[in-house]
Structure formats: structure tokens, C-alpha cells
């Protein structure tokens, strides 16, 4: 399903579009390449997601989601940021004591 900015108001709907961006930007395909992730911290308090997507070839794909400005930041395989996505909706739903840390 090809999730679009605009349509993202709960924690699933965002990790999908992350996950989405991510293989797309290296011609993956989703269901071949899981997404994991890990809670990021400031003084104690969760202050973003941290999302990695481990692709053939040691190819290593990230995204930061930072709570405070909403804000979603794509890296590529070099580490080099190529997407900064402003948020439209704030996502609520995201609670750090149940993470799984992987798809």
C-alpha cells in the first residue's frame, strides 16, 4: 500500500511511510527488507525513533523521527540526509514501553 505525507496520523501509518521512503530510495522491495527501530532519548524522555533498514550488501538505510519539531529525516546507505519531511499530523499513539525494536 503506497502510504502518502498528508495521509500519516498514527505510529503505523508513519513507520510505513518511513519504511516505504527508505526502500524506494534504493529500489528495494518492502516485504523483502524489514524496518527496525529504537526508541532515542534526551535527559531520560523519549525525544524521537531512531529507523533502520539493513538492505542487501551491507546496504544501511535511517530515519530519525523527532518528536518535538514532527519531523522525519531520511538518510541514505552513506549516511548522507536526503529528506527532511514535515509531519502534517502530530502522531499521539507512540508509546516507547511497548516498542518491539523490529518489524
Not at 500500500?1 to 534504493?26: F, G, N, P, T
Not at 522491495?29 to 527501530?37: P, Q, V
Request: aromatic residues 10%; hydrophobic residues 35%; neutral net charge.
Amino acid at each position: 500500500m503506497y502510504m502518502r505525507l498528508d495521509q500519516v496520523q498514527a505510529y503505523d501509518q508513519l513507520r510505513a511511510l518511513i519504511h516505504q521512503k527508505l526502500c524506494e530510495k534504493e529500489n528495494l522491495m518492502e516485504e523483502e527488507f524489514h524496518l527496525f527501530e529504537m526508541p532515542l532519548r534526551k535527559r531520560e524522555k523519549p525525544c524521537g525513533v531512531q529507523f533502520v533498514l539493513q538492505g542487501p550488501r551491507n546496504v544501511r538505510l535511517g530515519g530519525i523521527w523527532a518528536f518535538e519539531h514532527n519531523t522525519v529525516y531520511l538518510y541514505d546507505a552513506r549516511g548522507i540526509r536526503y529528506e527532511k519531511m514535515q509531519l502534517k499530523n502530530r502522531i499521539d499513539n507512540y508509546d516507547p514501553a511497548s516498542e518491539n525494536s523490529a518489524a
